[in-house]
């Protein structure tokens, strides 16, 4: 624990930096920890109702990881679009220090929120705070609501900010998709791909050029995670721009977590791995045999003829010890032993071939 986070702070603000830093390494849910630091924080600020939760920025909105107290209204407002728009006005979408009802950049009145919100449901006091990791990532939020327009106190406000980057740790679930990401020892590129197709940084990896929103990668990966894979493995050519036919593992690992945000699985770049002698054309060919083409099929969309699409496939089921080509399949699928056909170039290349030894036949 850094104890220099404690200088400076009075007892009580040191005491609930303690107890939520001691909550962020509690190996439960986010949701669990979220609930956790409300109860904590309940202890030395008091309010009479409080929502932590999680702002997914695809849908423009917030969604609760835990509540106390009666939430409906807060929920509500915080659930909708306007809601969303009119916190990017006030700038609690961004980082700032929290804001009191008192602090807002427009009278009270003037807002969304309270005259059609807060103030029907018998609020009449709030502290509000945009919960960023130390890297910037805005995670989530965290609203206090009083019935009394005189709490939080201006102290109750600052004792929030001297925590709110320490619940933000708490509640970053990037840390655990970080820590599920490690299982791919020799992953050496990555993203978290998110429920609209974008791909976010994932940290203690760089990107890749394979990884761009729109790429064939992230379709193939959003594809297995559409048919409730929780992982899956395939190949994809390197963009090496040198023709040596080297290829790239790709594995997906679902990571949307009870759906709480927009995050929805983890997308990691992989050396290749033994090919078992299978060709690059082998591999194309099983890219289509994964997706249930026929022979017809496969040859029309590779140009070849249907004898060599019967001939690789017998060559490809002995190679894997498949017993039949719904053997070939699964076994092609389990092992990532296939290219997808989005990226199938439809070509062996006999001096790719040469180049890279693990496309040599056997």
Do not use: K
Not at 96 to 111: C, F, I, K, N, Q
Not at 213 to 222: F, H, I, R, T
């Amino acid at each position: 624990m850094d104890y220099g986070r404690f200088a400076g702070m009075d007892p009580s603000t040191m005491a609930l930096t303690a107890a939520v830093v001691q909550i962020a390494v509690e190996p439960v849910s986010v949701g669990e920890r979220a609930e956790q630091i409300l109860e904590v924080l309940g202890g030395v600020v008091p309010f009479d109702a409080a929502s932590l939760s999680v702002r997914d920025p695809e849908r423009q909105a917030r969604y609760a990881l835990a509540a106390t107290g009666d939430v409906e209204a807060l929920h509500a407002y915080c659930e909708s679009p306007e809601g969303d728009t009119e916190l990017d006005l006030i700038g609690l979408n961004r980082l700032t220090v929290p804001l009191r009802h008192t602090d807002l950049p427009m009278p009270a009145e003037d807002t969304l929120c309270w005259p059609q919100y807060l103030w029907p449901a018998g609020y009449a006091g709030s502290v509000g705070v945009g919960l960023f990791t130390p890297d910037g990532r805005h995670v989530g939020h965290l609203t206090v609501l009083a019935e009394s327009s005189s709490r939080p106190t201006v102290d109750e406000r600052d004792r929030i900010g001297a925590v709110a980057r320490v619940m933000a740790h708490a509640v970053d679930r990037m840390r655990e998709i970080r820590s599920a990401a490690r299982v791919v020892g020799d992953a050496v590129a990555g993203v978290v791909v998110t429920r609209g197709g974008s791909a976010v940084r994932l940290p203690g990896l760089p990107d890749h050029t394979v990884l761009v929103p729109g790429s064939p990668v992230l379709a193939e990966a959003v594809e297995r995670l559409d048919a409730g894979d929780a992982y899956a493995v395939f190949l994809h050519p390197a963009p090496d721009g040198g023709g040596t036919g080297r290829l790239l593992r790709i594995g997906v690992l679902d990571c949307r977590g009870g759906g709480v945000d927009h995050l929805r699985g983890i997308v990691l770049v992989s050396p290749a791995p033994d090919l078992r002698g299978l060709t690059r054309q082998d591999l194309d060919i099983l890219g289509f045999v994964v997706a249930g083409a026929t022979d017809e099929r496969i040859a029309v969309a590779l140009e070849i003829s249907t004898q060599v699409v019967a001939e690789r496939i017998h060559r490809s089921g002995y190679l894997l010890a498949a017993p039949s080509r719904t053997g070939l399949a699964v076994r092609a699928l389990r092992d990532g032993l296939f290219i997808p056909r989005r990226v199938s170039s439809g070509r062996d290349d006999p001096i790719r071939a040469q180049r890279d030894g693990a496309f040599e036949d056997s």
